[in-house]
């Protein structure tokens, strides 16, 4: 259990540098992109990371991009996981579910709700 537990803290901690360093090397381009980097491993370390530099002073509008990125990445790989681990037969279930989560998403940052 205490494997698990520093497990999480190194992923969030290791989201919240990367991160952190993208965007003081690339600006609000470099945040997204590590937001997305870190979202292909773990979309809640990343998250957690923007959350973090929200309280810290980052834009709302630059984290809630940086959250889309991050959870688009994360889809993606997850889908490529699901198809290659087993074929298009489970796949299919996989990548219509996380469509599915992403075109809410996508809805609501149109609304502007998020």
């Known amino acids: 259990m205490l494997f698990r537990f520093l497990m999480v803290a190194l992923l969030i901690g290791g989201a919240t540098v990367l991160v952190d360093r993208a965007s003081q090397a690339l600006g609000s381009a470099g945040l997204i992109g ?3 980097l870190a979202g292909v491993v ?3 370390a990343s998250i957690a990371a923007l959350g973090a ?3 810290g002073g980052l834009s709302a509008e630059t ?3 940086a959250v889309w990125a991050a959870l ?3 889809s993606v790989s997850r889908c490529l996981v699901a198809v290659g ?3 298009w037969a ?3 279930w996989v990548v219509g579910g996380l469509a599915g989560q992403l075109l809410a998403a996508a809805l609501v940052l149109a609304l502007g709700l998020g």
């Open 53 to 55: 530099l929200v309280a």
């Open 90 to 92: 489970f796949g299919r």
């Open 72 to 74: 688009l990445a994360n």
């Open 34 to 36: 590590g937001a997305a």
């Open 63 to 65: 984290a809630r991009w």
């Open 85 to 87: 681990s087993g074929g």
């Open 42 to 44: 773990d979309v809640h």
